[in-house]
């Protein structure tokens, strides 16, 4: 049993952070009691102290008192791991100071508010800035201002943690991790020629966008070709994903948006015959169906919930349209309707690793100041965020395989997302061409 004495302030937020990362990510039993300190007193199983200070809810001694923009911190920084000289960390909170003793390590960088400050996400709850969408800038947030949006430091800090016990107490042991790829589509658009509307609107933008006649009758051809039942529609994909997934062990995750026809934002109908064909085919052939939350439930109940009952199956994950998110709402939406899984927290503009960790984690709800059940497993890469950021065909493919070894290094999950209707389009053809040799880099 390891004990650790806390503050006595802000005691939900710094237990659920100290459950998170001794009990979820570790695997180690702990005891913790409270007391007038200023720092975390970490007792190992061989009476030695992991001593860690508190650098910032100290200055906030009130219930949500930390919970201004001001707080966040205005810069950071970089230094390399005393225990790792191989690895860097990034500083938040605190300072790069380190005293060790036979029996005793006092760290002043503090780990425990700056991985809250990751995973939680207050960060998003307290800054106004926003983009079109109604969501938390990439470009306000703090990682990418300081360029570490590329890196995952929450594990890091894990990192630095688990070298600091073992140093102490090397008869501890740690629960394993083993690295996986998690492939997920989002089901944005089901067909591309299902009404005579779409194929008069592709029609319409291969005239006027596009300026080419010769794909005026492509686009015709196609049109005839899926009426008449002599081809799949370019959006239909789903076997082909799923036989690249079973050819390589993996499963895929499909999310479809729960909408109806001539709601916001939807382009198809779930209860449609097409949707409900390909809904029982991924289910029959073993893969799993997710709820792609729409653009208007992220932050509305009612909505979410009633678009959740028409999804056709039992659902226990997904991921909300356009990355839509309202920090605690719709945490707790989800929450709600026994939701197991959510798989939005994710940059937009470009890939990375916006909660800062690979591993999948219990969300905390700021307000409330409780840990859910909920657990959140950030999606890393976007094929439509990575292409706007590497548009050149080989960096785009390279981007995805450096940020999977980034999770083989910390054993962690990759999430990656590959929309279904964005191979047999011309815009992503060059780059679909490559889905299966990325496959099979990140494996």
């Given amino acids: 049993m390891i004990k650790i004495t806390i503050p006595d302030n802000n005691i939900l937020e710094r237990t659920y952070i100290l459950d998170v990362l001794f009990q979820d990510f570790f695997g180690l039993d702990i005891l913790v009691s409270e007391s007038k300190t200023d720092k975390y007193s970490i007792e190992l199983p061989n009476k030695s102290q992991l001593i860690i200070k508190d650098a910032f809810f100290c200055k906030y001694p009130q219930d949500l008192e930390y919970l201004k923009s001001e707080n966040i911190p205005t810069s950071t920084t970089e230094i390399i791991n005393p225990f790792c000289k191989e690895s860097k960390l990034q500083i938040l909170f605190g300072e790069n100071k380190f005293v060790q003793h036979d029996k005793e390590i006092i760290c002043s960088i503090d780990i425990f508010a700056s991985s809250f400050f990751m995973l939680t996400r207050w960060e998003e709850y307290v800054t106004t800035e926003k983009d079109e ?16 949006y590329k890196r995952p430091i929450v594990n890091e800090y894990i990192d630095l943690l688990k070298q600091m016990i073992l140093k102490l107490d090397d008869s501890i042991t740690f629960k394993k991790w083993e ?3 998690s492939i997920t589509h989002d089901v944005d658009r089901l067909r591309r020629y299902d009404t005579f509307r779409k194929y008069f609107k592709a029609l319409v933008g291969d005239m006027v966008h596009r300026k080419n006649l010769l794909k005026c009758f492509s ?9 008449l039942d002599l081809r799949k529609d370019p959006y239909d994909t789903f076997d082909y994903l799923m036989d690249i997934s079973e050819k390589h062990n993996l499963k895929s995750h499909f ?11 939807s382009e198809y109908n779930i209860e449609s015959k097409e949707a409900l064909k ?20 992220f932050n509305n109940t009612e909505v979410f919930t009633k678009e959740l009952k028409r999804i056709p199956t039992q659902v226990e994950e997904g991921r909300q349209h356009f990355l839509r998110f309202d920090n605690p709402k719709t ?22 690793f916006r909660a800062g960790i690979c591993y999948p984690y219990s969300v905390f709800n700021i307000l409330s100041q409780k840990k859910l059940k909920l657990k959140e497993q ?7 965020a990575v292409v706007n950021e590497f548009p050149q065909t080989d960096d785009f493919v390279k981007e995805f395989k450096t940020l999977s070894n980034t999770c083989k290094n910390h054993r962690g999950n990759f999430v990656f997302l590959w929309h279904n209707n964005n191979f047999k389009v011309k815009e992503w053809e060059d780059y679909a061409k490559h889905y299966e040799a990325i496959i099979n880099s990140i494996i």
Avoid at 278 to 297: A, T
């Fill in 255 to 265: 999310y479809f948006i729960p909408s109806k026809l001539n709601e916001q934002e």
């Fill in 278 to 297: 390909d809904i029982n085919n991924i289910q029959n052939r073993g893969h799993f169906v997710g709820i792609h939350g729409s653009y208007k439930g």
């Fill in 378 to 384: 950030p999606l890393i890469a976007m094929e439509g």
């Fill in 133 to 148: 969408h109604k969501r938390f800038s990439d470009y306000a947030s703090l990682a990418y201002k300081a360029n570490f």
């Fill in 219 to 227: 686009t015709t051809s196609n049109y005839l070709s899926y009426k």
């Fill in 179 to 181: 690295y996986t790829a």
């Fill in 331 to 352: 945490w707790q939406i989800w929450e709600d309707n026994a939701l197991k899984t959510d798989s939005t927290i994710a940059y937009s503009h470009f890939a990375g």
